[in-house]
């Protein structure tokens, strides 16, 4: 079993940078995959970014260019998120997929004003 913990989100100015952090229990996390997702007010809960055990990233297209996940350490994964857009404001959650199982964090709330 996989627990996830968010942090970092808040509330931040159009054009400013937030960076989350996804933590991770057990020593694991480091070889399976992990995304971020959003969810927005009345939309779907949609992947704006991921990374594989190998390193290999991926992003919406929303967010090229302006997002960037990583991992940090080998139970946490972050994602680093500049040029933030009121568009951008929804509960971020980090997912990963172990053992069959998916998991997600409780999410944190990213509010970008204009």
């Known amino acids: 079993q996989v627990q996830l913990s968010e942090s970092g989100g808040g509330l931040v100015q159009a054009g400013g940078s937030l960076t989350l952090s996804c933590l991770a229990s057990?020593?694991?996390?480091?070889?399976?995959?992990v995304g971020w997702h959003r969810q927005a007010p009345g939309k779907e809960r949609e992947l704006v970014a991921s990374i594989t055990n190998a390193g290999i990233t991926n992003y919406a297209d929303s967010v090229k260019g302006r997002f960037r996940i990583s991992r940090d350490s080998t139970n946490t994964v972050s994602l680093q998120m500049n040029s933030l857009k009121p568009e951008d404001t929804a509960v971020y959650y980090c997912?990963?997929?172990?053992?069959?199982?998916?998991?997600w964090g409780q999410g944190t709330q990213v509010t970008v004003s204009s």
């Open positions: 997912h990963t997929y172990y053992a069959g199982s998916g998991y």
């Open positions: 057990g020593s694991i996390f480091s070889r399976i995959p």
